[in-house]
């Protein structure tokens, strides 16, 4: 199994600052990359961010460019979303994933986080 462990959501106001972390933990052999989406209510779940493993390759949504930055840690396969100038229109659960491939499987795939509030507000 491929665990995902999150953490740094909760309230801010508007202009303010978080950041998340994603832990993976369980039987991986490989990961190819690790990121963030988030769901809005009544929204689709839309992708924030993404990083290749291994590089500082990294891809984000145009609404999040310049205000988000995403990083991650090989060694403790972490990954993390650094949240500046924050807006109410930020507020969603946000959801850490990562494409990863298991010991005991030729093949990668993605694995969930259970989510995490991120709520923007004065």
């Known amino acids: 199994q491929v665990q995902l462990a999150e953490s740094g959501g909760g309230l801010v106001q508007p202009g303010g600052s978080l950041r998340l972390s994603c832990a993976a933990s369980g039987s991986i052999s490989s990961i190819n990359a690790m990121g963030w989406y988030r769901q809005a209510p009544g929204k689709e779940r839309e992708l924030v961010a993404t990083?290749?493993?291994?590089?500082?390759?990294?891809n984000y949504a145009d609404s999040v460019k310049g205000r988000f930055t995403i990083s991650g840690d090989n060694g403790k396969n972490t990954v993390y979303l650094q949240m500046n100038g924050l807006k109410p229109e930020d507020t969603a659960v946000y959801y850490c994933?990562?494409?990863?491939?298991?010991?005991?499987?030729?093949?990668?795939?993605?694995?969930w986080g259970q989510g995490t509030q991120v709520t923007v507000s004065s």
């Open positions: 994933y990562v494409t990863a491939k298991r010991s005991s499987s030729r093949y990668f795939r993605n694995y």
């Open positions: 990083i290749i493993s291994g590089t500082t390759s990294t």
